[in-house]
């Protein structure tokens, strides 16, 4: 297992379209799925990883208190199959359908969604306002396997209440720390281990 953090995205960047198979119902999804929402969370996850597991009960939970005030909620896995078919689109579909997620969950085989997003790790999360402009990028909380701090979302939950109140998130974020995407090989990208 190799731990790394989030790239840390510029904030303001325009958030890269995508169109991604979605695992349960086979719909193409993309970025234009979302028109219309007040804001877009984005989160890079996957099947295996230990540091998904510690919080993805808390990710569903998200979605089911986030999509019902007009928010975009998408998870997107982007691990090879190659090298780890635990995370494939069957298991990521039991996934969504164990935890109940509300909100679609696509596989990026190409890894060319991933490689856009700078996403590094799973978790990675992404949040843009209505005008599809980057306004946080980090952790979910301060919660990690093993540390005894509870699973609250406070992070991503602060920066989701503030696009929603019309106001700024401010700068100062906390990178996610997790599992490596798991790139196939010779699909790493330049920022990858950076």
């Known amino acids: 297992m190799v731990m790394v953090s989030s ?5 303001g960047t325009a958030a890269p379209d995508f169109s ?6 086979g719909n193409t999804i993309s970025l234009s799925t979302f028109d219309g929402k007040s804001a ?9 990883c230990p540091f998904v597991k510690h919080v993805q009960d808390e990710l569903a939970q998200l979605g089911k ?4 005030k007009n928010v975009g909620v998408l998870a997107i896995s982007a691990n090879s199959v190659q090298t780890h078919p635990q995370d494939g689109p069957e298991q990521l579909k039991g996934m ?15 890894q060319d969604t991933a490689k856009a997003y700078t996403a ?7 949040v843009f306002d209505g005008d599809r402009k980057l306004v946080y990028r980090g952790q979910l909380d301060d919660s990690r396997p093993g540390n005894d701090v509870p699973v609250t979302g406070q992070d991503l ?10 106001k700024s998130v401010g700068p100062d974020q906390k990178p996610s720390i997790g599992c490596n995407i798991k790139w196939t090989p010779g699909n790493e990208p330049e920022y990858f281990g950076a």
């Open 157 to 166: 939950r602060v920066a989701l209440d503030t696009v929603l109140a019309g």
């Open 40 to 48: 877009l969370l984005i989160m890079f996850i996957c099947e295996h």
């Open 120 to 126: 590094a790790c799973t978790p990675d999360f992404f």
């Open 7 to 11: 790239t840390m995205l510029e904030l």
């Open 65 to 68: 208190d986030y999509v019902p």
């Open 20 to 25: 991604l198979p979605e695992v349960v119902s």
């Open 96 to 110: 969504a359908q164990k935890l109940g997620f509300n909100f679609p969950y696509c596989y990026d085989e190409s």
